[in-house]
């Protein structure tokens, strides 16, 4: 397996404009989760999904972020409208199940909004 | 939002020397504890995932051991390495937060040569 796929790697926007990032999660697993990267607060979890159901969405910072898991090998995070302060690298994650079983990270996407 | 403690923020050391680093976590609603390593421009990777409080993991010149009643986890590196140098991350799984892990600041190892 090709591992944890996220897209693109990089993405350069300006305020206002909205932003999608990608993940495509390793086959077969069951959990996908979506976390931010930051300075300030480290690693910070925004929202996951359990057999393409969201199971919390607490950490999502506010309404101009959203996620959809439409099927098991795919999933969206979407920022509109971007602000300067969203950028940040934004990783993708599965494991095989919710509970007890370690994660796999994408490579991350790196977000720079201007 | 769950209090994962890693300390030292940072550490610095000479090839050859021995480290340790503590995560501390809620003791109450406990499900697992894991340990990661993340090395510059790369995804974090998998050290160790335990549950049981007095377990100890090793792989290699890593190990680790978990105290759940009073709520912290001990990695330590024997006979650091220049490979060695990296972002330690731990993070918490409970029962009170689905299960999801929530993570560290970590602590960056610089081991020289």
Same mark, same amino acid.
């Given at each position: ?12 926007? #300006? ?19 979506? *976390?931010?990267?930051?300075? !300030?607060?480290?690693? #910070?979890?925004?929202? *996951? ?10 950490? !999502? ?21 971007? #602000? ?5 690298? *934004? ?7 919710? !509970?007890?079983? #370690? ?12 | ?30 499900? &697992? ?12 990777? &998998? ?16 190990? &680790? ?5 009073? +709520? ?25 937060? +689905?299960? &999801?892990?929530?993570? +560290?600041? +970590? ?7």
């Amino acid at each position: 397996d090709a591992g944890v796929i996220q897209s693109p790697r990089h993405e350069v926007t #300006e305020m206002g404009q909205e932003v999608t990032l990608r993940c495509k999660p390793i086959s077969g697993h069951n959990s996908l989760f979506w *976390y931010r990267q930051t300075m !300030m607060r480290g690693l #910070e979890l925004l929202i *996951y999904f359990n057999n393409n159901v969201p199971i919390d969405d607490s950490g !999502m910072p506010e309404d101009r972020f959203s996620a959809k898991m439409p099927n098991a090998s795919f999933s969206t995070l979407k920022i509109q409208p971007s #602000e300067p302060r969203d950028s940040a690298v *934004y990783f993708c994650a599965s494991s095989l199940h919710l !509970m007890n079983t #370690e994660a796999f990270f994408g490579q991350g996407t790196r977000l720079t909004v201007v | 939002i769950l209090n994962v403690e890693q300390s030292p923020q940072s550490l610095h050391v000479q090839e050859g020397d021995s480290t340790n680093f503590t995560c501390s976590f809620p003791s109450s609603n406990f499900y &697992a504890l894991h340990w990661y390593r993340w090395e510059t421009a790369k995804s974090p990777e &998998a050290l160790f995932v335990m549950t049981l409080n007095g377990d100890e993991k090793k792989k290699g010149r890593i190990s &680790a051991t978990l105290n759940t009643k009073e +709520g912290y986890s001990y990695l330590y590196i024997k006979g650091s390495q220049p490979e060695d140098s990296a972002t330690y991350l731990c993070a918490f799984s409970g029962s009170n937060s +689905g299960y &999801a892990l929530n993570f +560290g600041k +970590g602590t960056s190892l610089l081991v020289t040569p």
